[in-house]
């Protein structure tokens, strides 16, 4: 599991309403964009929809996430009460994935069940 801070991105929506970006994938990937729109909904729940354009016919996928936050303790107790052991790692500087480049931080998080 990895996870993401959007603080950033919460604070932006509530200065601007919404958040529109766009990402150009590498060559090797099947979609050459995405057109991401960043909302907050009635709950406060942050909504991400996104269109992925195709590289070799323009078509378009979409989807949508509705975010829940929570905090890096929250995450490793609610999965402790389940039986886990939990290892909660910060990846946000690691350079192989530009995913988290405007993540103010991102972890990972490693769980094993307990026998």
Known sequence: MELIDYSNIIRRIKELGCVREWSEYKVSDPFRFSLNKFELDSDGMLVESKIFI??????????????????????????????????????????????????????????????
């Not at 378009?60 to 303790?73: A, G, L, Q």
């Not at 389940?82 to 990972?108: C, H, P, W």
Request: glycine fraction near 2%.
């Open 54 to 115: 195709k590289r070799d016919d323009s078509s378009e996928d979409r989807m949508k996430n509705v975010i829940k936050s929570y905090r890096p303790e929250e995450i490793k107790d609610i999965l402790e009460r389940k039986g886990f052991m939990v290892d909660i790692y910060d990846i946000s500087k690691l350079e192989y994935d530009s995913q988290y480049e405007n993540a103010e931080t991102a972890y990972r998080v490693v769980a094993r069940k307990q026998k």
